[in-house]
């Protein structure tokens, strides 16, 4: 499986110890458990700052960066070894494996960190934290400063400066090295691989949960261990509903069905809709909608590159939309008037796309001093321009209603123009019937 080296973590630690100021501290704690119910937890899921960071994978944790210090610049309080608890929970890294398996320069029990931290902190002039994400860190981090301020008529010296860390931190995420994108490039082929079997499998008759198992099952195979996100499996009419997740409805003749699916590997997401029909075969409404959606993205595509600035895309989406509904009937006037309106609006209501990475829309800000943001090389995002066509909508010919179609596919920026992760998947009109009906006649 392939996963991101040690050294990378490393690396990372160091790139953002040379931003922060001199005689500073970084404090980054780790995800919490969480509770589905009564005694049950969710599965483990890192928080994604902290995962950049270390690489550490448990619980019950807190990374701590000090630029110049003596003793070591990595310091990780985590739990420690306990035979008892690993006989039900697993095992875990302890001080040792902290050091060795992690990188850590020093390592702390996490249950001694109320008499350690204060005592790193003391003295530090700065100090970078994750402010307002985690009000119960926040509030233990005060404490700590309130022990280190009772002491001032002793000499201590608390901090006079607290800076968010999230601009420093978030702004290295936004670029993806050599290592994350060969993790992205195996989650999309797993995700491609996930669509593909789902397409193959489809049937009237089925149930959309039957698709998603589908999807699960392809991922888990892979080596992932959840879906980035909740599975959207949106047939019919629900196709209309951008964050549908019910997944229970019946698949029926006649009907489109839209996954918007991906798994996650290492912490990395992909992100991949498709839409195609049940019975293996487009009605001309749905092959019209689809071929504009297609055409837009397509569209999007040619405006992602170097130099180019982020809203650049959306614009060509927008654009080749308007067209579309045009030249179709849907809607009716001058192109510019009706983008100058928005009228596109009532079929085309959400961006192009978002940021992408170890958050399904990842961090990184889309406009710089106002302006939207210049596009630059190891920016990875996702394109996935769609119409949705209400079933409620009387304005249009009951021949459109409850048609729904979004194409999504990852893209990363080179020095060309753009890579497209996902391109595992068949995407043209002809490709996705002949892989349909491939598969009918191989199931025959």
Not at 2 to 19: D, F, G, N, V
């Amino acid at each position: 499986m392939i996963h991101i080296p040690k050294s990378e973590y490393s690396r990372r630690r160091k790139a953002l110890m040379a931003q922060m100021e001199p005689n500073s501290i970084a404090i980054l704690p780790a995800a919490a458990v969480a509770i589905r119910n009564r005694d049950v937890e969710h599965v483990y899921r890192q928080d994604s700052d902290f995962q950049y960071l270390s690489g550490f994978p448990e619980p019950q944790a807190v990374l701590v960066l000090m630029p110049g210090r003596a003793h070591g610049e990595y310091i990780l309080f985590c739990r420690e070894r306990n035979a008892e608890r690993e006989l039900w929970d697993g095992l875990r890294a302890g001080q040792e494996g902290a050091i060795r398996d992690y990188g850590a320069d020093d390592a702390f029990p996490i249950t001694d960190i109320d008499d350690i931290l204060p005592g790193l902190i003391e003295g530090r002039d700065r100090v970078y934290s994750a402010m307002g994400s985690n009000p119960e860190f926040d509030r233990h981090l005060m404490e700590w400063i309130n022990v280190i301020r009772s002491k001032a008529h002793l000499g201590a010296q608390p901090p006079n400066e607290f800076v968010a860390l999230d601009h420093l931190l978030h702004d290295m995420r936004l670029y993806k090295s050599a290592a994350e994108l060969k993790v992205m490039r195996e989650a999309a082929r797993i995700s491609a691989q996930a669509h593909i079997r789902a397409m193959q499998a489809a049937r009237p008759g089925l149930h959309e949960f039957s698709l998603e198992a589908e999807l699960d099952y392809e991922f888990r195979k892979g080596g992932a261990k959840m879906p980035a996100y909740g599975s959207i499996v949106a047939a019919g009419r629900n196709s209309c509903i951008l964050h549908y997740q019910q997944n229970d409805a019946l698949l029926k003749d006649g009907d489109l069905v839209l996954i918007d699916a991906g798994c996650e590997i290492d912490c990395y997401a992909s992100d991949i809709t498709r839409t195609w029909p049940v019975s293996g075969k487009f009605s001309p409404e749905q092959k019209a909608i689809y071929e504009v959606v297609l055409a837009a993205q397509e569209a999007a595509f040619a405006q992602i590159a170097p130099d180019k600035h982020w809203n650049q895309a959306h614009e060509a989406t927008v654009r080749v939309i308007t067209e579309g509904l045009v030249r179709l009937g849907l809607l009716e006037g001058e192109v510019d008037d009706l983008i100058a309106s928005e009228a596109y609006r009532a079929f085309y209501m959400h961006r192009a796309g978002h940021w992408l990475g170890m958050d399904v829309h990842d961090v990184g800000e889309y406009r710089v001093g106002g302006e939207w943001r210049v596009l630059e090389i190891g920016m990875t995002l996702t394109v996935e321009p769609g119409i949705y066509i209400s079933p409620n909508n009387r304005s249009v010919a009951k021949k459109w209603r409850g048609i729904g179609v979004r194409i999504e596919d990852d893209v990363v920026v080179t020095k060309t123009g753009c890579e497209i992760l996902s391109r595992g998947v068949p995407k043209t009109v002809a490709d996705i019937e002949a892989l349909m009906a491939a598969a009918r006649t191989q199931a025959a």
